[in-house]
């Protein structure tokens, strides 16, 4: 995976090593004093980081980057003047260090200068800038992970968080979507520009759908439903929800998806002025501000929406994982074990119970590997779970 913020970038490789490139102000690259200040090439990090420990994950704030291990430990450096890093502290951090408050970590995202996480158990963690009310607490920093109660959200557990400048949203595991912050310009999606000091539900708007996942800009939010449909609400004066809608939504509202071509969204992405989306397919679609420089010179903002696989990602697509068929499943099992070819026999066991057995040992991750939760497994997939194997 990949996580990139002004002016540096971060990535994780399928092996569990970190590579960084950037500018590397407050030590936000996890390297040494003494190192050079701007590293034009991708470099990987000693694998003494994060105690040599396996990464599942990155994710680059503004001046900052926290780092979550397959053993679901969160690790932290750069700046941490708002408290953004968990250490208990408002310093700055050199080099990628645990944050002791947190075990069992699921997915962590960072953003502005705060941070937030849903563990195992799918609770929120929240910690950084409270320049407004992040659910917990009064206003100011917290540089200790503070955990959210399952009351704050209707007793459900939290599958996914995203963090905005100013606001955040959950997506429940029943497919419920709460924010909170600020809502100036309608981005909670409450039909109001309200500011919200606890999470809400968002009720209106979304058509009953069950939200797959969800994404928070600067003054605006993206939502994905598991039918794939996209749906947005918050500031679009410069077209990164709808072209027709150039003002402030403040409910959620639909994207038709022939604004798509007609494509199945799984993937969603609220920037600073400016929206992306994932088909199933792989195909990666832009609108908005044209910081791309898709449109003709001089002519602005993209109101838009313009296939960027097809553009700058000549002969490539956006790589997006997708569950197999049980077929499919034991067919490969069956390639992979020498026990399982068609020549050996298993008597006693019905051919559907094989096939359970087959695809429960294929799909479940091994110990220790945490961070394949259902959140994170959002950010990679390409469709919901429901009614099949993974």
């Not at 420990?53 to 679901?72: K, N, P, Y």
């Not at 359970?356 to 779970?385: F, N, Q, W």
Request: charged letters at 20%; aromatic letters at 6%.
């Amino acid at each position: 995976m990949v996580s990139v913020w002004r002016e540096f970038a971060c990535c994780v490789t399928d092996s569990g090593a970190v590579w960084v490139c950037g500018r590397n102000r407050f030590h936000r690259l996890g390297q040494h004093a003494g190192v050079r200040e701007f590293h034009r090439v991708f470099r990987r990090l000693d694998a003494t980081a994060c105690g040599g420990a396996s990464i599942a994950a990155v994710s680059c704030g503004f001046d900052f980057l926290i780092a979550l291990t397959r053993t679901g430990e969160v690790w932290s450096c750069g700046a941490g003047d708002c408290g953004q890093l968990g250490h208990s502290n408002l310093e700055d951090t050199p080099i990628l260090a645990r944050v002791a408050a947190l075990e069992n970590i699921a997915m962590v995202v960072a953003s502005m200068d705060s941070t937030a996480a849903v563990d195992t158990d799918g609770r929120v963690w929240i910690w950084g800038s409270q320049r407004v009310s992040c659910g917990v607490g009064g206003w100011g920093y917290l540089s200790t992970p503070q955990r959210m109660g399952l009351s704050a959200f209707g007793g459900h557990k939290a599958v996914l968080v995203a963090v905005g400048t100013l606001h955040r949203a959950v997506v429940t595991e029943h497919g419920g979507l709460w924010t909170w912050g600020s809502g100036s310009d309608g981005q909670l999606g409450h039909g109001d520009k309200e500011h919200q000091v606890a999470p809400r539900r968002v009720v209106s708007g979304l058509q009953d759908a069950r939200v797959w996942m969800v994404s928070c800009g600067m003054r605006h939010t993206l939502v994905a439903t598991e039918d794939g449909c996209v749906f947005g609400m918050g500031s679009s004066a410069e077209g990164c929800i709808r072209a027709d809608a150039l003002g402030e939504l403040c409910v959620p509202t639909h994207i038709d998806k022939n604004f798509f071509g007609g494509a199945r969204i799984v993937s969603v992405s609220a920037g600073e002025a400016c929206s992306t989306a994932v088909s199933e397919q792989g195909c990666m679609y832009w609108w908005g501000r044209d910081v791309l420089g898709l449109e003709e010179p001089g002519t602005g903002a993209r109101h838009s929406c313009a296939r960027v696989a097809a553009t700058c990602l000549p002969g490539g697509r956006v790589g997006r994982a997708k569950r197999m068929a049980l077929d499919h499943i034991l067919a490969m099992a069956m390639g992979a074990h020498n026990g399982l070819g068609a020549a050996h026999t298993m008597p006693g066991f019905a051919s559907d119970e094989i096939v359970r057995k087959i695809a429960r040992s294929c799909t479940v991750p091994h110990d220790g590997y945490r961070a394949l939760s259902e959140g994170m497994r959002r950010l990679v997939v390409a469709e919901p779970a429901g009614g099949g194997v993974f």
